[in-house]
């Protein structure tokens, strides 16, 4: 008996006579060939028994290349590794894992050199709040916000009246001063956009002059629930 394996076109092993087979073997692949050759000396045990199993595919998952140490990554790999943190707890963590706490003691703790006009003015124990000052930057850069949009021109409807005449919907609005892309102009642009339905009052004008029709009915306008920056094309 000869088991060979395809995938390869190696042998697995030959035996002969009463040679005893070896306990198993592994194929490379989902196929093996086997040659089976008998004499006439056993006729009344003829062929051969194989027990085979499928093997559960092992998937290796593809190596992430570790980023160096805080210390030495270039300005802009650590300007955008930090910039994706989302308050100065996180910064201090990711540049000194050991010993974020006493950075944070020290990072407001007043020193020998003058202290800025921020400091003395706003009279704060602690300096300036930087996750709050974050915050605004992400509240007020690309962000869904309130828009008040016509009705006739948002659903192209300039056959009827609606009251109100406008509606206030959120899309995606502000500046992307800090985008993470290296690009030279990026744009705010919707992320995940949902349909909502307005309860509104339509009015609309008769056949042969008979005056105007009045009916509620709901009118679907487009909200933007998140948005991004990318890249701007060219």
Same mark, same amino acid.
């Given at each position: ?5 395809? %995938?390869?076109? %190696? ?29 006439? !000396? ?29 210390? *030495? ?25 050991? #010993? ?7 990072? !407001? ?15 704060? @124990? ?16 690309? %962000? ?6 016509? *009705?006739?021109?948002?659903?192209? #409807? ?17 500046? &992307? @001063?800090? &985008? ?13 956009? @949902? ?21 509620? %009915? ?17």
């Amino acid at each position: 008996v000869e088991i060979e394996d395809p %995938t390869e076109k %190696t042998l697995l092993g030959r035996w002969c006579g009463s040679q005893p087979g070896a306990e198993s073997h592994k194929s490379k692949g989902n196929q093996i060939i086997i040659r089976f050759i008998s004499d006439e !000396y056993f006729p009344s045990e003829p062929g051969f028994c194989i027990h085979y199993s499928p093997l559960p595919v092992s998937i290796s998952e593809p190596e992430v290349p570790a980023l160096p140490p805080p210390s *030495l990554q270039g300005v802009e790999e650590l300007s955008e590794a930090v910039a994706g943190l989302s308050t100065v707890e996180e910064v201090m963590k990711y540049l000194e894992p050991e #010993r974020w706490q006493l950075d944070m003691e020290e990072l !407001y703790k007043p020193t020998w050199q003058v202290l800025g006009k921020s400091f003395i003015l706003n009279k704060k @124990a602690r300096g300036a709040d930087l996750n709050l000052l974050r915050e605004e930057v992400r509240l007020y850069s690309c %962000t869904p916000r309130n828009y008040s949009v016509s *009705l006739r021109e948002e659903l192209k #409807r300039t056959d009827v009246i609606f009251w109100p005449s406008c509606l206030l919907v959120k899309r995606c609005g502000g500046n &992307c @001063a800090c &985008c993470s892309h290296h690009c030279y102009d990026c744009q705010c642009v919707p992320a995940r956009v @949902a349909k909502k339905y307005h309860e509104v009052l339509l009015l609309k004008h008769r056949g042969g002059g008979r005056g105007l029709l009045k009916s509620m %009915t709901d009118v679907p306008l487009e909200h933007h629930e998140e948005c991004s920056c990318v890249c701007k094309d060219d």
